[in-house]
């Protein structure tokens, strides 16, 4: 039996469409790829004209967002299975992105959705005593977490690099908390956790336009690929868009 993202493609669909926007030619490819799996794949050399990226607000990012491109993968999702649908596109996502950028390692920065009480139980366990607690173990390779407090309570915010074996885990974990994040950095590179938190991150919500965007491209300034996946209860389509500087899509992903 025949495995691998590549080996199942059954039929591969092209087309390109240019446009001028702003003054600038972009060119939107879309590519279907009909597998096993129906999931669809979209590239967009201007993130902007990505449909499945939600409003980016150019003053809160740190770089031009015609500076940015995206690749999407998207599924039909059945009944009752938004959230399948979701892990299967970023899965493939992954590998896709891998299969080009070797040497680029996957970071799970997950958080605690609502406030915590202040309690002494909830700091001892903090964030990923937590988790463990929950099933999930984790080998919490260069692990960090910070905690936030304000008059509401607690919440903690952690990164860690996810080995290949913890994947299943870690998107999980993803899905689980709402708020939490998927990126991709060069082996060289390091999470800033505090960077991420400074972005007011204990205050965002799921359409926070302005944290979106200054994570998003705080991530890419840094040569890192964000993963902001889509789809949720009885939405139609689920999926998952990587957000990446232009130069690092047209060298790796055209």
């Keep these: 039996m025949k495995h691998g993202f590549e080996m199942i493609v059954m039929a591969i669909f092209m087309a390109q ?35 499945n990226i939600f409003r980016l607000v150019p003053e809160s990012s740190c770089v031009p967002l015609n500076s940015l491109s995206s690749i999407s993968l998207l599924k039909v999702a059945p009944p009752g299975g938004v959230q399948t649908s979701k892990i ?6 992954i590998k896709l992105l ?15 959705a609502s406030w915590q009480p202040n ?14 607690r929950s ?15 304000s008059h509401e309570g607690i919440k903690f915010f ?19 908390k709402r708020m939490s994040l998927l990126i991709l950095l060069p082996d060289e590179h390091k999470v800033d956790l505090q960077k991420y938190v400074d972005k007011r991150w204990e205050f965002a919500r799921e359409h926070d336009y302005d944290f979106w965007t200054a994570v998003i491209t705080y991530t890419c300034c840094n040569g890192g ?22 130069d690092l899509f047209e060298n790796n992903f055209l």
């Design 17 to 51: 469409r240019i446009h001028k926007i702003a003054g600038l030619i972009s060119t939107i490819l879309t590519t279907t790829i009909m597998t096993t799996t129906n999931i669809k794949i979209e590239k967009s050399l201007l993130v902007t004209r990505d449909d």
């Design 88 to 93: 299967e596109c970023i899965k493939t996502c």
């Design 98 to 112: 891998r299969d080009k950028l070797k040497n680029y390692s996957i970071w799970l920065l997950p958080s605690t």
């Design 119 to 132: 309690s002494a139980i909830v700091n001892h366990l903090k964030l990923w005593k937590s988790l463990k």
């Design 135 to 149: 099933g999930y173990n984790l080998s919490l390779e260069a692990a960090q977490e910070i905690s936030v407090k």
């Design 158 to 176: 952690g990164a860690t690099k996810l080995q290949e074996s913890e994947l299943e885990a870690g998107l999980s974990i993803l899905t689980k």
């Design 225 to 246: 690929i964000f993963l902001r996946s889509f789809g949720e209860f009885d939405d139609r389509e689920a999926g998952v868009s990587a957000v990446m500087q232009r």
